[in-house]
T-cell receptor, first 109, second 113 residues
Framework: DVKVTQSSRYLVKRTGEKVFLECVQD?????MFWYRQDPGLGLRLIYF???????EKGDIPEGYSVSREKKERFSLILESASTNQTSMYLC????????FGQGTRLTVV | QQQVKQSPQSLIVQKGGISIINCAYE??????FPWYQQFPGKGPALLIA?????SEKKEGRFTISFNKSAKQFSLHIMDSQPGDSATYFC????????????FGQGTRLTINP
């Protein structure tokens, strides 16, 4: 079974903090994605990566950056957390289908 | 701009009934249409998917109906069970496979026993 592991289930951070969300996959997939999930909006793509050290912006990249130093690890970075970034964040790895992690519920206060 | 519109937002169905969730898309370049199921505290998981060269795909109690001319597709859950209670997302992408999926808004389905 594909395993996508997100480092935290719940996080509470203060406005202005730099926040790191980590994602690790164990299937040697090339493609990794970060989405955020909000009620009534579904999942929206933040950033994705097709290879190590490669990244591309998704539909809502503002306020975020990513890092992919190793194939199995894809990190989402909130440079200066704001309250409107309170959300559920989902990492996915993609082969012929998308496999999601369990999500990180981030609250920015 | 929501490229994939999903309805209803919430749905309550009696056990044994048929649950129907609808999606409409705008981009005719989409050629892969999956449905994802998400239980509380879990990430979404692929339920069933279809390509536009067929009008229907069935897997057990789950069926996707696809209408290319109307740019619409729907999920039918036959003989709905309480264990089907979850949030369902339709999605679409431009490439076969799950690259850069565009998701609908989600439907919270509740099956009453």
């Amino acid at each position: 079974d594909v395993k996508v592991t997100q480092s935290s289930r719940y996080l509470v951070k203060r406005t202005g903090e730099k926040v790191f969300l980590e994602c690790v996959q164990d299937m040697d997939h090339e493609n990794m994605f970060w989405y955020r999930q909000d009620p009534g909006l579904g999942l929206r793509l933040i950033y994705f990566s097709y290879d190590v050290k490669m990244k591309e912006k998704g539909d809502i990249p503002e306020g975020y950056s990513v890092s992919r130093e190793k194939k199995e690890r894809f990190s989402l970075i909130l440079e200066s957390a704001s309250t409107n970034q309170t959300s559920m964040y989902l990492c996915a790895t993609v082969d012929t289908e998308a496999f999601f992690g369990q999500g990180t519920r981030l609250t920015v206060v | 701009q929501q490229q994939v519109k999903q309805s209803p937002q919430s749905l309550i169905v009696q056990k044994g009934g048929i649950s129907i969730i609808n999606c409409a898309y705008e981009n005719t370049a989409f050629d892969y249409f999956p449905w994802y199921q998400q239980f509380p505290g879990k990430g979404p998981a692929l339920l069933i998917a279809i390509r536009p060269d067929v009008s229907e795909k069935k897997e057990g109690r789950f069926t996707i109906s696809f209408n290319k001319s109307a740019k619409q597709f729907s999920l039918h859950i036959m003989d709905s069970q309480p264990g089907d209670s979850a949030t369902y997302f339709c999605a679409a992408s431009k490439e076969w496979g799950a690259q850069k999926l565009v998701f609908g808004q989600g439907t919270r389905l509740t099956i009453n026993p």
